[in-house]
């Protein structure tokens, strides 16, 4: 089963989730970065994300997101590997903190953070990762970029 995207239909930043089973974790990190107009899970309906956009698969939605894109923040190994495929990108093997940048038509950056479904990041890293990804969009207070680590 496809599991849709939601968010911003116009995103500068991708977040790659392939599991979304951690999705209220990282709806309240978005909401604390002020992506995320509240910390829901589960229900998204009336949910707004401003400049991003969470999926599942990169490869199902590049074609209509790859003109906005300016950033990816891939969650685990599996979001690394599927978003570099879809960049054609040769990078680093993934680890979280890792950071490629694709130069093909334009600048895309790719940014690793570890699995949502690991306990191993806490909320600050979870916040940093969100910020650098935030920055490397070039989201700012207006569109959704609060740069969380900044504002905590």
């Given at each position: 089963m496809t599991v849709p995207a939601y968010g911003d239909m116009f995103p500068?930043?991708?977040?790659?989730?392939?599991?979304?089973?951690?999705?209220?974790?990282?709806?309240?990190?978005?909401?604390?970065?002020?992506?995320?107009?509240?910390?829901?899970?589960?229900?998204?309906?009336?949910?707004?994300?401003?400049?991003a956009c969470v999926v599942a698969d990169p490869a199902e939605e590049w074609?209509?997101?790859?003109?906005?894109?300016?950033?990816?923040?891939?969650?685990?190994?599996?979001?690394?590997?599927?978003?570099?495929?879809?960049?054609?990108?040769d990078g680093p093997r993934f680890a979280p903190g890792a950071s490629v940048t694709s130069t093909g038509d334009r600048t895309i950056t790719v940014l690793g953070c570890t699995d949502l479904r690991d306990d191993a990041p806490t909320d600050?890293?979870?916040?940093?990762?969100?910020?650098?990804?935030?920055d490397a969009a070039g989201l700012s207070w207006g569109c959704g970029g609060s740069s969380a680590a900044r504002f905590r």
């Open positions: 500068k930043l991708l977040l790659v989730d392939p599991s979304r089973t951690a999705e209220p974790r990282l709806l309240r990190a978005l909401h604390l970065a002020g992506i995320a107009t509240a910390p829901v899970g589960g229900d998204i309906t009336g949910l707004k994300l401003f400049g074609d209509q997101l790859r003109p906005w894109v300016r950033a990816v923040l891939a969650f685990g190994a599996d979001a690394w590997n599927s978003t570099l495929a879809v960049l054609s990108v600050s890293m979870l916040a940093d990762a969100l910020s650098s990804a935030q």
